[in-house]
């Protein structure tokens, strides 16, 4: 388990920055870019989600892995509750938990990184199973 955290001024993302197409479209995904030009202070939420990118890749550094910022989503459920992953196939090989805050001047992100074990084959029970276990 691996943690990064990271803190950004939201005046950093003010309205030059924001409309510096190249920069937005480097950096964030279609849909980070939906989501926060849909709200009335998109800066606040720009801001965060550069945080998170941040904070996801101190995270994963340990591992050598060095995702670009465009392969790092951060989406919202329903509820709001955000979320956080790697678009490559490298990085499929975490799970994360994220928290994200933002107050009028600053964002904040905090990040843990663990290895994912959804996608392993268990080789042990395989062989202790035998063959008849995948008969359909």
Known sequence: MEIGVDIIDIHRFDEDLINNKAFIEKVFTDNEIRYCMSHG??????AV???????????????????????IEVTNEDSGIPNVRILTKEGQKFEFKISLSHSQSQAVAFVIAERSTKNLIFLDSVKKSGPDHFQS
Do not use: Y
């Open 41 to 46: 202070h998109p800066a606040q939420h720009l």
């Open 49 to 71: 989600r550069f945080a998170a990118k941040e904070a996801v890749i101190k995270a994963v550094a340990p591992s050598g892995l060095v995702p670009d910022m465009r392969d």
